[in-house]
């Protein structure tokens, strides 16, 4: 399950991923519901968020009820910090924005954290455990953002089919309101439920059920085994220094499942500390030794905050006594973005060239790790990119490919995917803008349409398409028209498939009918708009 492939096209949102360490590493369940439900709800919440963050959390439903059910008063000192520190942000999330749900608040998540819950201080409770008799595996993911949220007035149709907000809301954003509704009805086809909390002006938060099985076969563990992380980052040990609580524990989680040892520095004078080993050396890694990377936040207090932190290292060195301090570990940038004048001022103040970009995926932190320390296998670095397989490339480079949907994230997906290899694309937002854009003779060698479009759908434009083809055709062929005249073209058809987001009906009988070629279902994947564009790029390079 990729969601990420939804934002790296995308500025502004901060994506982040979490899921606990108590989940299950395989479950058996249907992958392409899950997909479909998760992309769509991620795919809103771009959609809707232009400032702030998306986050996607993964738990075991067990684990979510006991600490929302636990005695909160046990945990009223630690709280009364962490609100101490919530004081001096805006507000303990993510990226800083307010949030909708507050059961999804940093306090909580927290205490859902699989390393122990509050190190089991005096007046809390210890670490979350339940036994292992059930065969299944009830999960609760929320994603949450911080977006435009949803009017009091609409919230109660949300989840009608074809319902929006209000009609400005199509008209903005683009989109027809059908992918709620397929979300729920595919979460209850998996034992579920879908519910959300939503504030006008401050976000939303979805979150839905699903049972899974625990898988028991080596068989099934196997066939989906994951490809192996690295090895060679164990042991080692971090300080990640970023002002946001819950931004910090995903970095922490992501390199702990590399093998990294982590501590947090939330303020400049604590992160000095672990690095120095001085006064408050205490709080250190467990293990003896000199810390082996810091990794620094960008917006680490603030936007472009963390760039000014080599700086305050080297000076807080120099004011020490010679020879306190260790040799300086190397320092690492992490950003949601950079331009090129930040990026020259990071190496210039003491940041190795490598900067590992959001949204983190371990085998991607992994690769920006091996180039920044220098270790491991060089062919190995860059490993989790994407193949560039070298006869996809040479069978899209210069292809041109029109990709027609109202919903700007879609569009952006799809043309990413396929501008990878080398294809040029365009976009239309409306089925009568596709009509106009392919109308003979045109430069088009494959055509994704939308179904689902408010004013004309797919499957009217590529009627009205196909009609306009066979009228030129019967022109030449009969020599009316010349082939000069329309592109030198022998016969027009322009390949066109259906992108639908319901694959709850069976929509591959009407596209035939309407003339489309074939159909992708959405969520779109790489793999899939290659795979179908490969059945008409073969051997043609125009429209015949």
Same mark, same amino acid.
């Given at each position: 399950?990729?969601?990420?492939?939804?934002?790296?096209?995308?500025?502004?949102?901060?994506?982040?991923?979490?899921?606990?360490?108590?989940?299950?590493?395989?479950?058996?369940?249907?992958?392409?519901?899950?997909?479909?439900?998760?992309?769509?709800?991620?795919?809103?919440?771009?959609?809707?968020?232009?400032?702030?963050?998306?986050?996607?959390?993964?738990?075991?439903?067990?684990?979510?009820?006991?600490?929302?059910?636990?005695?909160?008063?046990?945990?009223?000192?630690?709280?009364?910090?962490?609100?101490?520190?919530?004081?001096?942000?805006?507000?303990?999330?993510?990226?800083?924005?307010?949030?909708?749900?507050?059961?999804?608040?940093?306090?909580?998540?927290?205490?859902?954290?699989?390393?122990?819950?509050?190190?089991?201080?005096?007046?809390?409770?210890?670490?979350?455990?339940?036994?292992?008799?059930?065969?299944?595996?009830?999960?609760?993911?929320?994603?949450?953002?911080?977006?435009?949220?949803?009017?009091?007035?609409?919230?109660?149709?949300?989840?009608?089919?074809?319902?929006?907000?209000?009609?400005?809301?199509?008209?903005?954003?683009?989109?027809?309101?059908?992918?709620?509704?397929?979300?729920?009805?595919?979460?209850?086809?998996?034992?579920?439920?879908?519910?959300?909390?939503?504030?006008?002006?401050?976000?939303?938060?979805?979150?839905?059920?699903?049972?899974?099985?625990?898988?028991?076969?080596?068989?099934?563990?196997?066939?989906?085994?994951?490809?192996?992380?690295?090895?060679?980052?164990?042991?080692?040990?971090?300080?990640?220094?970023?002002?946001?609580? !819950?931004?910090? %524990?995903?970095?922490?989680? =992501?390199?702990?499942? &590399? @093998?990294?040892?982590?501590?947090?520095?939330? $303020?400049? *004078?604590?992160?000095?500390?672990?690095?120095?080993?001085?006064?408050?050396?205490?709080?250190?890694?467990?293990?003896?030794?000199?810390?082996?990377?810091?990794?620094?936040?960008?917006?680490?207090?603030?936007?472009?905050?963390?760039?000014?932190?080599?700086?305050?290292?080297?000076?807080?060195?120099?004011?020490?006594?010679?020879?306190?301090?260790?040799?300086?570990?190397?320092?690492?940038?992490?950003?949601?973005?950079?331009?090129?004048?930040?990026?020259?001022?990071?190496?210039?103040?003491?940041?190795?060239?490598?900067?590992?970009?959001?949204?983190?995926?371990?085998?991607?932190?992994?690769?920006?790790?091996?180039?920044?320390?220098?270790?491991?296998?060089?062919?190995?670095?860059?490993?989790? !990119?994407?193949? %560039?397989?070298?006869?996809? =490339?040479?069978?899209? &480079? @210069?292809?041109?490919?029109?990709?027609?949907? $109202?919903? *700007?994230?879609?569009?952006?997906?799809?043309?990413?995917?396929?501008?990878?290899?080398?294809?040029?694309?365009?976009?239309?937002?409306?089925?009568?803008?596709?009509?106009?854009?392919?109308?003979?003779?045109?430069?088009?060698?494959?055509?994704?349409?939308?179904?689902?479009?408010?004013?004309?759908?797919?499957?009217?434009?590529?009627?009205?398409?196909?009609?306009?083809?066979?009228?030129?055709?019967?022109?030449?062929?009969?020599?009316?028209?010349?082939?000069?005249?329309?592109?030198?073209?022998?016969?027009?058809?322009?390949?066109?498939?259906?992108?639908?987001?319901?694959?709850?009906?069976?929509?591959?009988?009407?596209?035939?009918?309407?003339?489309?070629?074939?159909?992708?279902?959405?969520?779109?994947?790489? %793999?899939?708009?290659?795979?179908?564009?490969?059945?008409?790029?073969?051997?043609?390079?125009?429209?015949?």
């Amino acid at each position: 399950m990729n969601v990420y492939v939804l934002l790296p096209f995308f500025g502004g949102e901060k994506l982040a991923v979490f899921v606990s360490d108590q989940v299950p590493d395989m479950v058996v369940g249907d992958p392409g519901r899950f997909r479909q439900i998760i992309t769509n709800l991620v795919g809103n919440s771009v959609k809707f968020t232009e400032r702030g963050h998306i986050c996607v959390c993964v738990h075991l439903a067990e684990n979510v009820k006991a600490v929302r059910e636990a005695n909160v008063e046990a945990f009223s000192k630690q709280l009364t910090e962490d609100r101490k520190w919530s004081s001096k942000c805006s507000c303990n999330t993510l990226s800083g924005f307010e949030a909708a749900d507050r059961t999804n608040s940093w306090e909580t998540f927290r205490l859902l954290l699989s390393d122990g819950i509050m190190n089991q201080q005096p007046g809390t409770i210890n670490k979350l455990s339940f036994p292992e008799t059930s065969d299944t595996v009830n999960l609760v993911v929320s994603v949450e953002d911080t977006g435009v949220g949803i009017p009091m007035h609409a919230q109660r149709r949300v989840f009608m089919r074809f319902m929006q907000a209000d009609s400005s809301t199509s008209r903005t954003y683009g989109g027809t309101g059908i992918g709620l509704s397929i979300s729920k009805c595919l979460v209850e086809l998996m034992s579920g439920e879908m519910s959300f909390e939503s504030k006008p002006g401050v976000g939303s938060t979805f979150t839905f059920t699903v049972v899974l099985k625990k898988s028991h076969t080596s068989q099934d563990i196997e066939r989906h085994k994951p490809e192996p992380l690295p090895t060679i980052f164990k042991g080692m040990r971090a300080v990640v220094v970023d002002g946001r609580p !819950v931004r910090a %524990e995903v970095t922490k989680y =992501h390199l702990r499942r &590399l @093998g990294v040892q982590v501590v947090i520095a939330n $303020d400049q *004078k604590s992160a000095l500390a672990l690095i120095s080993g001085g006064e408050n050396g205490d709080i250190r890694c467990k293990a003896t030794g000199n810390t082996d990377m810091v990794l620094v936040d960008k917006e680490a207090w603030g936007p472009g905050t963390g760039l000014t932190f080599p700086q305050l290292l080297r000076e807080s060195r120099l004011s020490s006594k010679a020879g306190s301090w260790p040799m300086l570990p190397r320092m690492i940038l992490l950003a949601t973005s950079i331009n090129s004048g930040d990026s020259e001022k990071a190496k210039a103040i003491g940041f190795v060239e490598t900067v590992i970009m959001k949204p983190l995926r371990a085998s991607l932190i992994a690769a920006c790790l091996q180039q920044a320390l220098g270790i491991g296998d060089k062919r190995q670095q860059g490993k989790g !990119v994407m193949d %560039e397989s070298p006869s996809l =490339h040479s069978l899209l &480079l @210069g292809k041109n490919i029109l990709v027609v949907d $109202d919903n *700007k994230v879609n569009r952006r997906v799809a043309a990413a995917a396929l501008k990878k290899y080398g294809a040029k694309v365009e976009n239309a937002d409306s089925g009568k803008d596709a009509i106009a854009m392919l109308q003979p003779p045109h430069k088009f060698d494959a055509c994704f349409m939308d179904v689902q479009m408010p004013e004309m759908d797919g499957f009217e434009a590529t009627r009205q398409v196909r009609n306009i083809e066979q009228q030129i055709n019967e022109q030449i062929e009969s020599g009316v028209a010349s082939r000069e005249a329309y592109g030198d073209v022998d016969r027009w058809h322009v390949p066109i498939l259906a992108m639908t987001a319901d694959v709850i009906q069976a929509t591959n009988e009407e596209c035939s009918r309407c003339g489309m070629d074939g159909y992708v279902s959405k969520p779109l994947e790489e %793999e899939q708009l290659y795979r179908e564009v490969v059945r008409f790029l073969d051997t043609k390079t125009k429209p015949t």
